[in-house]
């Protein structure tokens, strides 16, 4: 995680240069405030890239959920039936992936006779 750095507009007006440089070595971004108010942000370009593709990653879950939701619905299942179904369907994906099942065989007990 980056640390942050509070800077005023008029320290960034005089040292801009130094200001990016900074936050181009460092993992720090820059509050920028006017009159003691936060009004902006300087990020490096890696935070920035490391923010966008967390908003990409966001957007692609809701869509997924949302389908999801939509299909489910659209199935007519029960939340206890999805969940079922889901259960089963991670147990084979398991399975296939690491060749074996999540599923643990229980122990067979035999009577002393």
């Known amino acids: 995680m980056s640390s942050q750095r509070?800077?005023?507009a008029t320290q960034v007006r005089r040292k801009f240069g130094a200001?990016?440089?900074r936050l181009g070595k460092r993992d720090e971004h820059a509050i920028i405030q006017s009159s003691g108010t936060p009004v902006a942000v300087l990020l490096s370009m890696a935070e920035y890239e490391q923010l966008v593709a967390h908003k990409?990653?966001?957007a692609a879950f809701?869509?997924?959920a949302r389908h999801l939701g939509q299909e489910v619905e659209a199935r007519g299942l029960s939340?206890?039936?999805?969940?079922a179904e889901l259960e089963q369907t991670k147990r084979q994906v398991f399975a296939e992936q690491y060749g074996?099942?999540?599923h643990k065989p229980?122990?067979?007990?035999?009577e002393a006779g």
């Open 6 to 8: 509070i800077v005023t």
């Open 19 to 21: 200001i990016v440089k």
């Open 56 to 58: 990409k990653r966001k």
């Open 62 to 64: 809701h869509d997924f």
């Open 79 to 83: 939340e206890e039936e999805f969940m």
């Open 100 to 102: 074996r099942s999540t």
């Open 106 to 110: 229980q122990m067979e007990t035999r």
